[in-house]
């Protein structure tokens, strides 16, 4: 005769409590026969331990109350809801070392595969090591229970609801055929994976079948390991590769990470890579938090794979802060700037990027700055913001060369002539005293002491003076004497353009007669960049002819002064304008591919 337990229906084997529910089945021997009231009270106490059974099982299933499946399980538990059950805790686990122990199975292996005994079904994941060292997940394969286990109910609720242990008014499942059906699927399994080496991903507690099914497979000779994933609830939680890739994310690194950059020597410009260790070997990822820290599996070497290859997009020569954030082994991800990048690149040749390097990086030339700044205008609030941009130009350029050895600049400041009557008529300014090839420091301090003036017409300026007087400071040193160790740009700032050497229709002639092509010809022939700040032409043509006349005029001669380039205020900042200034540094050999530990200066 077949006798199973009243409560879980696991068949009897002789013992006192039933292994599975630790129901007393057998007690003390009595004298005498029992009486109907000892029958009725033992069928009692069995149904009410049965029903206290199921209501954890279904608590631990805990659909929703108004879904389908609530009411079908409410049905299973023969009309008592499945919220009135209580799920004990589970005894803590003792700390197993996990990590540590499954990084020494996978070390010196090429493949391991990681089991799991989920509510869904069966999951074994491949996880290749690499060169490195490094675990990578690979594919999943999911095998579903009822494929394994037909006795399962064919709803997915009322299976969960099996599987946690539950029976109701189900046909309970025989748990030595679930046994047996789960160590068939696992000699099959892990016989035709690539690999017989495995580990057990322990399943949370508190779900009979599951427990039962990572019992059964810690006898197969393949399982050589039992290890906890998560402490999540197994419906909550994902199963296959993402449960994998937890575990392996808290396993220590096996090598360095390595961030491969280029440096310049600076006293030969010779180039050589140069690499930074962002996580050491062994560095464990904390739980509880990721870190930021400012990518090579070891040291740079022919051979060392790459964990991962970004390439950002940043201003030439211009300094870049990166942070660099932890996944995991083998899992270095760029997290800030977020900026544009490309996609990441999924392997690198280190040989061919090391061997790309540049011969030697050669120094860009000094550079000599000379700006024009008109200080007079119809709107003192535009002369007041052109002062504002020269001083921010000349403190960007103080800060990069405090001391002056690459960068030197100088100014010349011009109002109107006394002819326009403008405010300095009187005391008969019509420049500033010319700051000329001094570090960038003073010309900060003399533009302290520059301020607009207003004037009372908008035609001309006199820049043709500014031009002048320049161009004979200039020429006071030897003309191209360090043409080829200095960079010269004049960079002229301002609203109105030159007045002409005469008259040019209704654009007034310069009372002193000075011609600003002239001036600007030297200015040209001594080795100077023409570059120029000013307001573009807007809204529609002048109505009058003398007006558009002055107009043609005006962007002719602003066609000349920013020859080789122009800014325009509120387009262009005092940053981009210095960038342009800077001179380019020149490479021998191929262009560096990778970034440069230091900046360029």
Known sequence: MDVRCPVCATPETGREL????????????????????????AETALGAARHAWDLRAAALVAPGP?????????????????????????????????????????????????????????????????????????????TPWRSVVPALDGDPTLRRFQLAGGVGTLPPVDRRAFDEAVRAWLAESLRTAPGATA?????????????????????????????????????????????????????????????LLARVDPHTGAVHPHSRVLFPAGLVLPTDSTPLLPVLAGPPAPGTPALAVRQLKVRALEPERLTFALRGPGEVELVAPAGERTPEEPTADLSRLLAALPRRMVRPPALELLLTVD?????????????????????????????????????VGHYDHTDYETAWAKAGLLLRAPVVARPPAELLAALATWSPAPGRQDTVSSLEDALHEAAVLTARRPVGADSDETCRVLLVVGGRPPAPARQHGVVPACPRGTDWRTALGRLRAGGFRLLARTHPATGPPAPDAAARQAGRYAAEAWRALGADGVFRPGADSPQDVVRALDPPWRHEGPACPLAFATPLR
């Open 18 to 41: 039933c292994e599975v529910c630790g129901v007393r089945l057998y007690g003390d021997p009595v004298l005498g026969a029992a009486t109907a009231r000892d029958l009725a009270a």
């Open 66 to 142: 108004e879904s389908d499946g609530h009411r079908r399980l409410t049905a299973a538990l023969g009309g008592t809801p499945p919220g009135d059950g209580h799920v004990p805790a589970g005894a803590p686990r003792e700390e197993t070392g996990d990590s540590t122990r499954v990084q020494a199975l996978l070390a010196g292996r090429a493949q391991v595969s990681f089991l799991e005994c989920a509510p869904n079904g069966l999951h074994l994941t491949q996880v290749q090591i690499t060169r490195a060292g490094i675990p990578v997940p690979g594919d999943t394969s999911s």
């Open 199 to 259: 580990v057990l991903l322990r399943s949370a507690p508190g779900w009979e079948l599951l427990r039962r099914a990572g019992a059964v497979a810690v006898q197969n000779p393949a399982v050589r390991l039992a290890a906890d994933g998560d402490g999540g609830a197994p419906e909550g939680r994902p199963g296959g590769a993402v449960r994998v890739r937890r575990l392996l994310r808290t396993l220590p690194l096996p090598a360095d990470h390595t961030l």
């Open 375 to 411: 200080l007079g205008s119809a709107d003192r609030a535009e002369t007041e913001e052109r002062l504002t941009f020269v001083r921010e130009v000349a403190a960007l350029l103080a800060r990069k060369d405090p001391a002056g050895a690459t960068v030197r600049a100088g100014a």
